[in-house]
């Protein structure tokens, strides 16, 4: 199976900017999450920026990089922009890996791309873990997602899905035993004629309700598998709090997860 992996790294950032250029054990985190993709099975790793100061940085540790426009409304536009000018075949397998996972399983790249090798019907394969909280499924920022027998996405939500009515009207918020909830984990496998199509999409109501790009993809009548992680995948890096746990993590290992 053959595959690349496109990696978008923005500058701006609400929370933290510059994030892909903040160090961590003594590199910018961007190049953690390039030496992560390198080590999985893709043909080609792409860092995919609108800025510079990152274009620099990445040429500056050997990655291939590719400069996009600033004005793109969502990572998923950025990556349809590197796909066509690298001219990839529509067949061809992307995987999305933010810039902002240094500790992204190699493992996990692989196998979301293999996922969508297999699942002729899908335009889109991502990953999923167990919730094991309440906390966690009323938590906003954690994406929920239901999918169907066959391993297919019904729908994506920040909201709690599904809501367990009977346990939450006995137990007052405590999770029920049995556990059918899924955390959503934002790492993507396209094909790049689906990319195409993307983009010449309108934003969906659905998506601009929820902030949620694959909504757009639902919302369009494309199928996204969906397949429990092979590997623990931890969250990104958003906050100042994430940032700290990562330095202390991967200082104490000497730079390698």
């Known amino acids: 199976m053959s595959y690349s992996v496109i990696i978008p790294a923005r500058y701006g950032s609400s929370r933290l900017p510059g994030k892909p250029l903040l160090e961590i054990a003594g590199k910018p985190m961007v190049q953690h999450v390039w030496e992560k993709a390198c080590s999985s099975g893709a043909d080609s790793v792409v860092i995919a920026t609108d800025d510079q100061r990152i274009l620099a940085a990445a040429i500056s540790f050997g990655a291939e990089a590719c400069m996009t426009s600033a004005n793109h409304p969502s990572g998923t536009d950025r990556l349809q922009e590197v796909a066509a000018h690298m001219a990839y075949s529509d067949d061809h397998i992307v995987v999305n890996v933010q810039g902002d996972e240094p500790l992204i399983p190699p493992a996990a790249i692989d196998q979301v791309a293999s996922n969508l090798s297999g699942a002729s019907g899908a335009g889109i394969a991502t990953l999923c873990e167990p919730l094991t909280s309440s906390e966690e499924l009323r938590n ?28 939450y009207a006995d137990a007052g918020f405590e999770l029920p035993a049995g556990n059918t909830w ?31 790009e694959q909504l757009r993809a639902l919302y369009n009548g494309v199928a996204i598998h969906v397949a429990p992680a092979c590997e623990d995948v931890p969250a990104g890096v958003d906050t100042q709090e994430d940032l700290d746990a990562v330095r202390q993590l991967l200082s104490g290992q000497g730079g390698d997860a």
């Not at 906003?140 to 920040?158: E, H, Q």
């Not at 899924?182 to 396209?190: E, K």
């Not at 983009?199 to 109501?205: E, K, N």
């Open 140 to 167: 906003p920022n954690i994406v929920k997602v239901v999918t169907s027998a066959s391993g297919l996405a019904l729908y994506f939500s920040r909201a709690p899905i599904p809501w367990p009515r009977e346990a």
């Open 182 to 212: 899924q955390r959503h984990i934002g790492i993507y496998a396209y094909r790049t004629g689906f990319l195409h199509q993307y983009v010449a999409w309108p934003p969906a109501p659905l998506e601009t309700t929820e902030q949620l």
